[in-house]
């Protein structure tokens, strides 16, 4: 492994925000909601209950092992465990890129949801105009954008570029500025859309749904498996992408409190867009059990579905919808940074200059992630290897 000085983030909070951009992302806003929807109030206390017995230990040892060595994943476990067991960080490095390589087709989704909004804002056509004239306008575009579509890979392709353009201004001037308007952003927005739903009529029974017990959930395996693996998706937990972000920290910064904020902070996000999008399922439903049988269904789009259908029964919906997807691409970009940055570290400290590692950042990245970009089962297939 290559020697050198790394950079540093240039105080507490350029860490503290780093660690909250690189767990809040598009889990929280597209997955949680998902899961809460299918599973409801269960699903919550098995997930927080994994906050605990295993993502904020594995998030301790991360920092602390970042914080130590400053080698990244793979140098950091060989001299934590002996050259023999180094195949542990690239093991960990593979699986994390396996998620970042789908999960920046999350990221390009949201800004073509994003683009979507903003073209009816400034249309004489809003959302509720084209629903009204097509009642299955939101579905269509949903297919659309998901399997094959010219506009979304060239958005991906975008979306690498910009994030490739940032992260090599270095860490204070391209991660840390970006992390300092993006995280402060998204939870405003995210504020913004809970008060609407909330207000809606029916709005508050997609809250008690959300947070009701049915006791017979917890004898099934599956509410298990996704409880702990959303937990270590959302946090971040086990990708080692704390341990390349805690490389650049400074030696005397707080690993617990550092950590604690990161995780707490990731989970009150998730809570968040919970109580924006179950909400709005009811309010929009014709009856209390479609509504429950829509969330059950586990379906992949229920973001970039309800979330539109919501403000567009609202005055100034176009603007709101804009606002949240605005947020939902904010959270996906922070997220995507810390795992390219993991794969730049890594291949930096291998010898290849920093310059050349991001061109072959854009081209591994394209090329692993068209397959999900043009297929939304490829794509499927994917969230489900790698979530496990």
Known sequence: MKEFTTEQFSSRWGIILASLGMAIGAGNLWRFPRLAGQYGG??????????????????????????????????????????????????????????????????????????????????????????????????????????????????????????????????????????????????????????VALNMENGVLGLEYMFSIDPTLFSQPNIWIEAVSHSAWSTGAGWGLLITLSSYSKKNEDVTLNTFIGAFGNNTASLLAGIAILPAVFAMSVSEGDAISYLQSGNQALVFTVIPMLFANIDGGDLLSMLFFLALFLAAFSSLLPMIELFVSNVVRMGVSRKKSMILVIAVFITAGFPSVYSLDFFSNQDWVWGI
């Open 42 to 195: 269960a699903f919550i206390i098995l997930w927080i209950l994994f906050l605990f017995v295993w993502s904020i230990p594995l998030l301790l040892a991360e920092f602390s092992i970042g914080k130590k060595f400053r080698k990244g994943v793979i140098g950091s476990y060989g001299e934590l465990t002996g050259k023999k067991y180094t195949f542990l960080g690239f093991f960990i490095a593979i699986c994390t890129l396996g998620i970042a390589f789908y999960y920046s087709v999350v990221t390009a989704w949201a800004l073509r949801y994003l683009g979507l909004s903003v073209s009816h804002v400034f249309s004489s056509s809003s959302i509720a105009d084209s629903i009204s004239s097509n009642p299955d306008y939101l579905n269509q575009f949903w297919l659309e954008i998901s399997n094959g579509s010219a506009v979304t890979i060239l958005v991906f392709i975008a979306v690498i570029l910009v994030a490739t353009y940032v992260l090599s201004k270095g860490i204070k001037n391209g991660l840390e500025k970006a992390n300092r308007i993006l995280i402060p952003s998204l939870f405003v927005l995210l504020l913004v859309v809970c008060a």
